[in-house]
């Protein structure tokens, strides 16, 4: 037998002889309603096609439990991995993700922020699109709503959940000196904070091992295309006469993939042994850096706490805006773990 069809919550409600407040409570949360009443709403269930429109009637609260989440792109598996991870713990709390993406382009981000008003959010986790974004974009969101940010720190005083670069550079940095010749730093285009605090700690720490540091900025203009840019930046270095050292330490390991292919094409070999020619390193254990050739060795994020303390933090400043005692914004970082693989 096909089951029934309903246009409405209201028409829904009537066939299973209860209020439409008392249909509403259910789909809220069902063990709020008497059992009796459960059990008839359930036994309609399983007799129709019936499914509310959530999104609509969370539009029409006063405080949504809609929760917008904006990062610059999602062709980046780290921001697909910590992504994920945001809306299951979003979803497990009883909130509607709604994720946008402004595909690197600051015009984009000013767009997907009207957006998220327009939904009428209760707060938002936004990875900052950093130095290229419009000066009023999110302060236009933090105007109306609780804001979090992860990756890289906002340009405005707010919650930050993300990676300790000083720690986890400085980690690498000491591995590599005290298992091999010191590394020379390639740099990628500052797109963020996170490319400057990882040179400095980089500075430092070669500094505090007893050698100087030599960074090689890259020679382009700024892109997120991090891969071709490594590749192209290696292909220029071999160009003009070879490396400077035998250690390469990458900024983070989508750069370190193109440089990798640039040296392998090159012929030359990487890796940890006495045969190898270069051995090259990179930053953020991004998921494809076991699968390399040889695999990378890498400096991994706590993805699943970046994920964990932004939902945490965002749902705290929610409840606090709304009795008016926000209390003040504080930067969180977190230790990452030195992942030591073939590549160095």
Same mark, same amino acid.
């Given at each position: 037998? %096909?089951?029934?069809?309903?246009?409405?919550?209201?028409?829904?409600?009537?066939?299973?002889?209860?209020?439409? !407040?008392?249909?509403?409570?259910?789909?809220?949360? =069902?063990?709020?309603?008497?059992?009796? *009443?459960?059990?008839?709403?359930?036994?309609?269930?399983?007799?129709?096609?019936?499914?509310?429109?959530?999104?609509?009637? #969370?539009?029409?609260?006063?405080? *949504?439990?809609?929760?917008?989440?904006?990062?610059?792109?999602?062709?980046?598996?780290?921001?697909?991995?910590?992504?994920?991870?945001?809306?299951?713990?979003?979803?497990?709390?009883?909130?509607?993700?709604?994720?946008?993406?402004? #595909? +690197?382009? =600051?015009?984009?981000?000013?767009?997907?922020?009207?957006?998220?008003?327009?939904?009428?959010?209760?707060?938002?986790?936004?990875? &900052?699109?950093?130095?290229?974004?419009?000066?009023?974009?999110?302060?236009?969101? +933090?105007?109306?709503? =609780?804001?979090?940010?992860?990756?890289? !720190?906002?340009?405005?005083?707010?919650?930050?959940?993300?990676?300790?670069?000083?720690?986890?550079?400085?980690?690498?940095?000491?591995?590599?000196?005290?298992?091999?010749?010191? &590394?020379?730093?390639?740099?990628? !285009?500052?797109?963020?904070?996170?490319?400057? /605090?990882?040179?400095?700690?980089?500075?430092?720490?070669?500094?505090? /091992?007893? #050698?100087?540091?030599?960074?090689?900025?890259?020679?382009?203009?700024?892109?997120?295309?991090?891969?071709?840019?490594?590749?192209?930046?290696?292909?220029?270095?071999?160009?003009?006469?070879?490396?400077?050292?035998? +250690?390469?330490?990458? %900024?983070?390991?989508?750069?370190?993939?193109? %440089?990798?292919?640039?040296?392998?094409?090159?012929?030359?070999?990487?890796?940890?042994?006495?045969?190898?020619?270069?051995?090259?390193?990179?930053?953020?254990? #991004?998921?494809?850096?076991?699968? *390399?050739? &040889?695999?990378?060795? *890498?400096?991994?994020?706590?993805?699943?706490?970046?994920?964990?303390?932004?939902?945490?933090?965002?749902?705290?400043?929610?409840?606090?805006?709304?009795?008016?005692?926000?209390? &003040?914004?504080?930067?969180?970082?977190?230790?990452?773990?030195?992942?030591?693989?073939?590549?160095?």
């Amino acid at each position: 037998m %096909a089951k029934k069809s309903y246009n409405s919550m209201n028409d829904f409600a009537a066939v299973c002889g209860i209020s439409r !407040p008392t249909l509403s409570k259910y789909f809220n949360d =069902p063990m709020t309603v008497k059992e009796v *009443t459960r059990k008839r709403i359930e036994a309609a269930l399983k007799k129709s096609n019936f499914e509310p429109n959530m999104f609509a009637r #969370h539009l029409n609260r006063k405080r *949504t439990r809609n929760i917008g989440i904006l990062v610059p792109t999602m062709s980046d598996p780290f921001y697909v991995q910590v992504v994920t991870l945001i809306e299951l713990e979003l979803r497990a709390k009883g909130y509607w993700p709604i994720q946008i993406s402004c #595909h +690197t382009r =600051p015009e984009l981000e000013e767009e997907a922020i009207r957006t998220l008003l327009a939904f009428k959010v209760a707060g938002a986790i936004v990875a &900052p699109l950093g130095a290229q974004s419009q000066p009023s974009a999110l302060p236009r969101l +933090t105007d109306a709503i =609780p804001v979090v940010c992860f990756d890289t !720190p906002a340009s405005i005083d707010l919650p930050y959940v993300g990676n300790d670069n000083a720690q986890s550079v400085a980690a690498m940095v000491q591995y590599l000196c005290r298992s091999g010749e010191p &590394p020379v730093f390639l740099e990628v !285009p500052r797109v963020n904070e996170n490319s400057g /605090e990882r040179q400095n700690s980089y500075r430092a720490t070669m500094l505090k /091992e007893g #050698h100087s540091p030599l960074v090689i900025d890259c020679d382009a203009p700024v892109s997120w295309e991090f891969e071709r840019l490594g590749f192209e930046q290696m292909q220029r270095l071999l160009a003009k006469g070879g490396l400077p050292g035998k +250690t390469v330490l990458c %900024a983070n390991d989508r750069f370190a993939f193109g %440089a990798m292919a640039a040296a392998c094409q090159a012929g030359l070999k990487i890796g940890r042994g006495s045969e190898a020619d270069v051995r090259i390193a990179g930053h953020d254990d #991004h998921p494809l850096s076991r699968y *390399t050739c &040889p695999s990378l060795t *890498t400096m991994a994020q706590n993805a699943p706490e970046i994920a964990a303390k932004s939902v945490e933090i965002l749902l705290r400043r929610i409840d606090e805006a709304e009795e008016g005692k926000l209390s &003040p914004a504080r930067k969180l970082t977190l230790e990452a773990t030195l992942m030591m693989r073939d590549s160095a």
